[in-house]
């Protein structure tokens, strides 16, 4: 169970990671 939930939350920081590396590079373009 607790594996899911690290699984859930590392998911969730990537995504995170990912809009904020995405909005970085739309603001420089």
């Known amino acids: 169970m607790f ?3 690290y699984v859930f ?3 969730l920081q ?3 990671s ?3 590396d ?3 590079h739309f603001l420089k373009a």
Request: charged share 35%.
């Open 14 to 16: 990537e995504a995170a």
């Open 18 to 20: 990912a809009r904020r």
């Open 3 to 5: 594996r899911w939930f």
């Open 22 to 24: 995405a909005r970085i």
């Open 9 to 11: 939350m590392h998911l």
